[in-house]
């Protein structure tokens, strides 16, 4: 039997509801599987998580690993590569630890055809100028159109200024065509505080929790229909919708209490005085979305564009642009600040990670098939040099990557087989069978450097 006859067979006898269209993905997946179609029972998939404020180099470096270099440059002329199974990681990067033999700790990539006084903007998923907008296809869109899902891209992320509602400045679909990330303070409030919110609000919020009321009854609905085997690769599914729901339950359980709490409000303006809540919940409306099969490609943002860094003033950390000029915060050094922000961040991607982990595709799970690039839009700092852009990669994409453990500095800027970030996104094109030797904008300070090809070293 087909992998198309099994599906149309799987959608007869389910009979679903309002479910049948974002079920349909993951059932297809599952119709493939028991026709022995195991390329066709997997779906690659790359999140891209962008953080403002820099990555600082000194947190990537697992415990006792010393400097290849010296000052503040790199000028190692080889490759130098330790495994990290044995290794301590850096506390900014210690929730990372279940996963570092999946994991690729990347340093010394260049990218300083994009460098501005702060963010890089578009130049740094784009490997282009920071500060012309649009120049090129960003490398999130590239990879959207390699692997299309039924939303090809999905951009979601923390604004960097209360009344950020859209960001413009990191991604885009093509020249002169900025794409939006949806950061707005009042969809986030509808979404968290709708239940106690009069008119729209209240029936936008209860329309929510009765569709998800919905969705999980037919991925029930569907397990009952189905073999034991095929039915835990619904369990992820399943739990995906459970936190959406639980989370809007507790809401609404709340109401009195989020009558006297909700954050107030200023015209259309709300407090960020809930940083850390909202981009948990966009990280859990990302997975879902993963996990859904709605998408195959999900960015998402914490700050970013311009000096638009965001607050987490829930955190004790007030000003991320004081942090990066060396000023304490609330009695904090700016080090414990950046360490502390960069543990949140990778809780949120360990969590994400184990998520899809969770949920089996094809002969191993939904994690075995994707990649989660993290990096920063200005590279190793607040004012960024771009002479190296640390870069963090977990997962293989399906065996297309040589991710297993590997802690890994590659040779200086201007060193004979340097290599840019412009490369790493070549790599990952020819990872998802879209190959390409060049990507953005060459750097003239390498005009005697092969800028072309991808990283040997990373590719399968």
Not at 125 to 145: P, R, S
Not at 151 to 179: E, F
């Amino acid at each position: 039997m087909s992998v198309e006859t099994t599906r149309r067979e799987l959608l007869k006898n389910m009979g679903l509801g309002v479910g049948v269209t974002l079920l349909t993905p993951i059932l297809s997946q599952i119709a493939a599987h028991a026709a022995g179609d195991e390329k066709a029972a997997k779906r690659l998939r790359v999140v891209f998580v962008m953080q403002s404020n820099g990555m600082s180099p000194a947190h990537l470096r697992p415990n006792g690993v010393e400097k290849s270099y010296k000052g503040d440059r790199p000028s190692n002329a080889t490759l130098f590569e330790t495994p990290l199974a044995d290794k301590t990681l850096h506390a900014a990067f210690e929730p990372l630890a279940p996963f570092r033999n999946r994991m690729a700790m990347v340093q010394h990539l260049s990218g300083c055809v994009g460098r501005s006084d702060h963010s890089c903007n578009v130049g740094a998923l784009g490997a282009c100028a920071a500060n012309k907008g649009a120049m090129v296809q960003t490398i999130d869109h590239a990879i959207a159109e390699a692997i299309p899902g039924v939303i090809p891209h999905v951009a979601i992320g923390l604004g960097g200024r209360p009344d950020t509602l859209m960001n413009y400045r990191l991604s885009a679909s093509g020249p002169g065509q900025p794409c939006p990330i949806v950061c707005s303070p009042e969809m986030a409030f509808k979404s968290l505080f709708g239940s106690v919110a009069e008119g729209n609000s209240a029936k936008t919020f209860d329309q929510k929790a009765n569709l998800l009321d919905f969705m999980i009854d037919d991925v029930k609905r569907a397990q009952s229909r189905l073999a034991v085997e095929e039915r835990e690769k619904l369990d992820g599914y399943l739990a995906a919708f459970d936190t959406l729901h639980t989370r809007q339950e507790n809401i609404a359980g709340l109401r009195e209490s989020l009558k006297a709490n909700a954050p107030r409000i200023e015209g259309e303006k709300l407090r960020p005085s809930i940083s850390t809540t909202l981009l948990e919940s966009q990280f859990e409306i990302g997975a879902a979305a993963l996990i859904a099969g709605v998408t195959n490609v999900l960015l998402i943002t914490s700050g970013g564009g311009g000096q638009a860094f965001g607050v987490f003033p829930e955190m004790g950390i007030n000003d991320l642009h004081g942090i990066g000029h060396g000023s304490a915060s609330n009695g904090k050094s700016p080090e414990e600040c950046f360490v502390e922000l960069r543990q949140f961040h990778t809780r949120l991607i360990a969590e994400l990670a184990r998520k899809l982990d969770s949920v089996k595709e094809g002969s191993g799970t939904m994690l075995d098939n994707t990649l989660i690039v993290y990096l920063s839009d200005s590279g190793e700092g607040h004012h960024p040099s771009l002479y190296e852009w640390p870069v963090v990669l977990i997962g293989n994409l399906g065996g297309k990557l040589k991710t297993n453990g590997r802690y890994m500095e590659l040779p200086g800027y201007g060193q004979k087989n340097h290599r840019t970030l412009a490369n790493l996104y070549c790599t990952l094109l020819h990872a998802v069978g879209k190959p390409r030797d060049k990507f953005g904008v060459p750097d003239v300070g390498l005009k005697d450097i092969d800028q072309t090809g991808i990283i040997q070293e990373l590719l399968a």
